[in-house]
């Protein structure tokens, strides 16, 4: 599984480290794996309110998004290709979505949820095959539904779910959350209050480690 620190040797370079704080989301791209241009970073961002926040691209540049549709806010180029760890720290909202499309298989780890918080979208990282977590932290879980979250994501193998179904969650459905999650090894569902639930269909299919 994938650890990021400063200096750290990957693929043959070193790894750019984006500029960042306790509460950003912190994640590791390859630019040349499938997806958009080998030099390109697309952010799965969709729609046009909710989004606030500013991204650091690991290239010791950094934006601020407002607004998904425009790809010259939610579309990054580097001058050399190869592996960023990118930052965002402000508010992302319902608007987080790789729905099996995009860069998918550009994002390789999340090495800090900060204060990254699941919305009403689905398939927030659906189809992510190359994404580890070495997370510490908790997602947070937010809206009314974890569907097809992190479906496919066949390279997770422990994931901290802490933060999950508080006594007030609104969350309901969980339909395939975990669906293809082929080396998930450890999910602690010790203080997770189901009470709100009302679909879980193959929430846990396939997990097959």
């Known amino acids: 599984m994938l650890g990021i620190s400063s200096g750290l040797m990957y693929g043959g370079g070193p790894v750019e480290t984006a500029e960042t704080s306790a509460t950003a989301f912190r994640s590791t791209w390859v630019t040349t794996n499938a997806g958009s241009a080998s030099n390109t970073i697309v952010l799965p961002l969709t729609g046009t309110d909710g989004l606030n926040f500013t991204v650091w691209w690991g290239d010791g540049t950094s934006s601020t998004i407002t607004d998904a549709t425009d790809n ?91 933060n999950w179904f508080p006594a007030d969650s609104s969350v309901a459905g969980m339909d395939s959350t975990f669906y293809g999650c082929t080396s998930l090894v450890t999910v602690d569902a010790s203080s997770w209050d189901t009470s709100a639930w009302t679909y879980i269909r193959h929430c846990f299919r396939d997990c097959t480690a």
């Open 72 to 162: 010259t806010q939610n579309t990054h180029q580097y001058e050399i290709a190869g592996t960023k760890e990118v930052a965002i720290e402000g508010v992302i909202g319902d608007r987080w979505a790789f729905s099996n499309g995009g860069d998918k298989l550009k994002i390789t780890n999340v090495s800090n949820w900060g204060s990254f918080t699941t919305g009403d979208l689905v398939a927030g990282f659906q189809g992510c095959a190359n994404m580890a977590c070495t997370a510490t932290d908790s997602l947070t879980a937010g809206g009314n539904t974890l569907t097809y979250w992190f479906n496919g994501c066949s390279s997770i193998a422990a994931i901290n779910t802490s």
